[in-house]
Nanobody, 121 residues
């Protein structure tokens, strides 16, 4: 079946780190930009990061610049997001999404199921 599967979420203390993974199943990521979104309780979903399939360019929300790093392994059809120096405000469900129209597009072709990240002391 065609799907994106996230993994790597969990609970950490402030200042801790996690690495999220987004693996494609049933299709290749060669032609898709992959973006990470997050949604905290009571808040709208927001874009966090994106990596372009065309040139590998990366983009980040201002709130995570310098702390989060998105990378790709197209041989494995997997995208990763390393999250360092985590803050309580990073607590959210994180979703990966694939779009054939590049980073900056609002047209999402596939969504992952989400993985919970909780940052608390």
């Amino acid at each position: 079946q065609v799907q994106l599967v996230e993994s790597g979420g969990g609970s950490v203390q402030p200042g801790g780190s996690l690495r999220l993974s987004c693996a494609a199943s049933g299709f290749t990521l060669d032609y898709y930009a992959i973006a990470w979104f997050r949604q905290a309780p009571g808040k709208e979903r927001e874009g966090v990061s994106c990596i372009s399939s065309s040139d590998g360019s990366t983009y980040y929300a201002d709130s995570v610049k310098g702390r989060f790093t998105i990378s790709s392994d197209y041989v494995k059809d997997t995208v990763y997001m390393r999250m360092n120096s985590l803050k309580p405000e990073d607590t959210a469900v994180y979703y990966c999404a694939a779009t054939a129209e590049g980073c900056g597009s609002y047209s999402i072709d596939y969504w992952g199921q989400g993985t919970q990240v909780t940052v608390s002391s």
